[in-house]
């Protein structure tokens, strides 16, 4: 992912941290706040998300959100790793996602 795109979904209200691993687990990109912890667990996530949707009868991954009282993180799959944006409790989460998706779609 190019720096741009990285820093356009930086710049989106109400963002706060930005992560990317690879399939293998190594961070990629990491920008922001409380990036270290998300940054450690990202990879795992997406396999055990994988495993229950497996578990489910669901097809791939596509999106996972976890929501706290100040923050919420979207997990999302990319290029064969993942994705995390960590946002504060005040964001509009589908018009965010929706931007995140569009800008990892043209990178």
């Known amino acids: 992912m190019t720096n741009a795109a990285v820093q356009q979904i930086m710049q989106a209200p ?10 293998s687990g190594d961070v990629i990109v990491q920008e922001g706040n409380e990036v270290d912890v998300l940054a450690n667990v990202l990879v795992y996530f997406q ?11 669901l097809e791939d ?3 996972a959100q976890i929501q706290g009282r100040s923050l919420t993180v ?6 064969g790793g993942a994705v995390g944006v960590i946002l504060n409790s005040s964001t509009t989460l589908n018009e ?3 931007l995140v998706r569009q800008v990892l779609a043209a990178s």
């Open 14 to 23: 109400n963002v706060l941290g930005y992560v990317q691993c690879s399939e």
């Open 47 to 57: 396999q055990v998300a994988q495993l229950i949707g497996d578990s489910f009868g």
């Open 61 to 63: 991954f596509q999106e």
């Open 74 to 79: 979207v997990c999302l799959p990319h290029q």
């Open 96 to 98: 965010t996602v929706a």
